[in-house]
Each structure stands twice: as C-alpha cells, then as structure tokens.
C-alpha cells in the first residue's frame, strides 16, 4: 500500500527538474558548431532571438559534402521560459544549391530556439550535426532555472519585448503539492 502512496510523489518530483538539466549550455550563452567538426558553415543566424519577431538561420554547406550527393535537414525546437519544450520540428528549407534556409516565429516567453542539421548521404545513411544535444539561440529575455532572468531585453524585472512575465516553477509546485493532497487524502481507508 505505502508504493501507491510513494510512487505518483516520486514520478511527479522526478520530472519537474528535468528541463533543468536538458542541456549543459551556459544561460544566454549560444551554442554554435566549431569550425571544421562540421560539414557545413553558418551563414547567417537571428542572435538573440525575439518573442514574435521572425528567427532565420542559413547554413552552406562544405563542397566536399555536396559534391558527394549530401542533402541536410534542420529540426528545430523552441523552448519556453515554463521549462516546456516543443516537439522538434523539421523545418522546409529554401535550397539554393549548397546554401539552405529556414526561419520561425518564436512565441512569446520562449527561452531559447534549439537546432540542428541532420546529414543524409547518398547511401541513405545520416549524421546528426551536433550528436546528442542541439545548437541553442538563446532569446532576448530569458529565464533559466538555476541562474533566474536574463537577456538583453531583461529590465528591471520585467521583459521589454511585452511577453507576459510568468514564474516559471510555480506551477509545478502546486502540481507536486496537488498529487500530494489528493494521494493523502485518497489513502483515508
């Protein structure tokens, strides 16, 4: 009986500070691919990104890799300040021979713009650029758990882009508080 009880409090508690530690990225710091550990440069790229305001990335892709038949795509996700991530999306890129293309329209209160490039061959096989995590364009106003509130549009407590300021973390402890009620409550024989 006591594993009902501790169970939905320990799943509950465990997931709350999982968007904490989803990236090793340094808050407001962009995460961008090192020259020469990819096929590929950036040509251009929206630093910092702005609640509603269009983010575009353009990436070249290396000669070598297009003239062995290389064709990219690019995921994408945005990240808001709650510690919610969207599901990845793959983006439709403009191709303009080796240069490819593509932008979105951050919501407002999102924390960070995550992507990546993902390299098909010419034998169907692929590569994810970077494996494992994502390149990060973080937002103008952006909140992180461990540090609080930053960017360039962060002032004096609130953010100038006129995204509603929210406390992140708020509802999830009401959440854990909640189950916690309903499990004391339910466990009343």
């Not at 090192?34 to 590929?40: K, L, Q, R, T």
């Not at 290389?70 to 300040?81: A, D, G, K, M, S």
């Not at 061959?121 to 650029?129: E, G, L, Q, V």
């Not at 360039?152 to 953010?159: E, L, N, Q, T």
């Amino acid at each position: 009986m006591r594993i009902k009880v501790i169970l939905p409090i320990l799943v509950v508690s465990l997931l709350i500070p999982l968007h904490a530690i989803a990236s090793d990225a340094t808050p407001g710091t962009d995460v961008n691919p090192e020259d020469g550990d990819v096929p590929f440069s950036v040509s251009e790229r929206t630093t910092p990104s702005v609640d509603g305001n269009l983010w575009s990335l353009s990436v070249e892709m290396d000669q070598d890799a297009y003239d062995n038949g290389t064709v990219f795509e690019i995921l994408t996700q945005v990240c808001t300040n709650d510690g919610v991530c969207d599901p990845p999306v793959l983006r439709d890129a403009n191709v303009d021979e080796r240069r490819y293309s593509v932008s979105l329209t951050p919501p407002s209160d999102h924390t960070y713009v995550n992507w990546r490039i993902k390299a098909v061959y010419n034998d169907d096989s692929s590569t994810n650029f970077p494996q494992g995590d994502w390149y990060k364009t973080w937002s103008s106003c952006h909140y992180q758990q461990d540090t609080g509130w930053g960017g360039v549009d962060y002032k004096d407590g609130a953010c100038a882009t006129d995204s509603d300021e929210t406390i992140p973390g708020f509802t999830a402890g009401i959440a854990v508080a909640s189950v916690t009620f309903a499990v004391a409550f339910t466990r009343r024989e």
